[in-house]
């Protein structure tokens, strides 16, 4: 059996959960196997709709106590852990979320097995390969997995979660206790984005900023172009490093990877780290007054100017057409 951990919202499963989905039916075809899925906390019962129709037809939910209180990344480990004891799978698939990884992650440090992340494909076999992910996805790497269990997390994106015909899941209570201890490091507190803030990850324009624009007050004026467009503000790792933005605003490796059909990126230089964050991105327009610049080499458009003019003109110029 492939076992797949969901990560939920209370209401369903995340995307990426819905793609190792995918990634497991595939596997399960190959290999000729069931697939279940497990999650935690009794909101995760509201899954089960959409995994079955997904193709998961089992739905095996830890709950109850301190379950129920939310992310915990080193309890949610334990309850893998004993999964994979108790229900024997031969594969586990996590997501490729930062929560999916960290998951996986104890679980295969309780069990004292190698986990393989960012996997793009896997043939099961003797030996069992993975084609997975490294360097922040500029590399592909072969791989053979030991183990009696396959640990693997799924690179974000290598599959599209797409529904099959399926009925709802049948949900298994998954009887556990866990160390109070494992709740050491839980979510106690959630702050909502702002009222009509568009999320970094699935906006359709990011308005990006880098070093070149020279501290917190210069994102005024790409706080107003995004907010002209319907999108949101990006940054550089540089500006998170200096305070000027919150890392939940950094674009890239150690941040989060977009994939807007316009980034408009303004004083990046474009380094490796960088633009594997924004590679999804279906159109780029550079703003860099270095026409040198490595950024450059991707765009689509590019402005050469400094962005502290060519911005506001953007800006006039966008509300001029909207009259
Ligand atoms: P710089 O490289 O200094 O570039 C500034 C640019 O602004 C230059 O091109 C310059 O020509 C231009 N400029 C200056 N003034 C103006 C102006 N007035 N008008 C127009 N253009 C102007 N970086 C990320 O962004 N995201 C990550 O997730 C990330 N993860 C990393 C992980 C690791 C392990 C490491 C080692 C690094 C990581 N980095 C990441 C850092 C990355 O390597 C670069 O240092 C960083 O992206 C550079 O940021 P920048 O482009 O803002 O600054």
Redesign the pocket.
């Known amino acids: 059996m492939i076992l797949v951990l969901v990560d939920h919202d209370g209401v369903g499963p995340d995307e990426l959960s819905l793609q190792a989905a995918a990634f497991g039916r595939r596997l399960a075809e190959r290999a000729g196997d069931g697939l279940q899925a497990l999650a935690v906390g009794s909101d995760a019962r509201g899954a089960a709709a959409t995994l079955g129709a997904h193709g998961i037809p089992v739905l095996h939910v830890a709950e109850g106590g301190e379950l129920d209180g939310g992310y915990a990344p080193r309890a949610w480990g334990a309850v893998l852990a004993r999964a994979v004891e108790r229900l024997g799978p031969a594969i586990v698939l996590a997501p490729g979320s930062d929560r999916g990884q960290e998951v996986l992650a104890h679980a295969a440090a309780e069990l004292d097995l190698p986990m393989a992340a960012n996997c793009v494909d896997a043939s099961p076999g003797d030996p069992f390969v993975v084609l997975r992910q490294r360097w ?1 996805g500029t590399l592909l790497e072969e791989a053979e997995l030991d183990g009696p269990v396959k640990l693997l997390s799924v690179a974000p994106h290598a599959v599209a979660a797409e529904p099959v015909d399926g009925s709802e899941a049948e949900v298994r209570r998954f009887e556990i206790g866990v160390d109070p201890e494992a709740f050491g490091v839980r979510v106690v507190e959630r702050t909502e984005p702002e009222r009509g803030r568009v999320s970094l990850a699935e906006a359709k324009v990011v308005v990006g ?6 501290g917190p007050e210069g994102f005024r004026v790409l706080e107003e172009l995004a907010e002209l467009l319907g999108g949101a503000v990006g ?7 200096a305070g000027w933005r919150p890392h939940s605003d ?6 989060t990877r977009i994939a807007p059909d316009l980034y408009i990126a ?9 633009m ?2 924004c590679r999804g991105a279906k159109r780029l327009l550079v ?4 026409p040198e ?3 450059v080499s991707h765009a689509d458009w590019v402005v050469v ?6 911005l506001p003109a953007v800006v006039a110029a966008v509300r001029r057409a909207r009259g």
């Open positions: 922040g900023g880098g070093r070149g624009v020279g940054c550089s790792r540089v500006v998170t490093s950094q674009v890239g490796q150690t941040g303004c004083g990046i230089s474009g380094a490796t780290q960088h594997v964050g703003i860099n007054k270095d610049a490595p950024i100017g400094d962005l502290h003019e060519v």
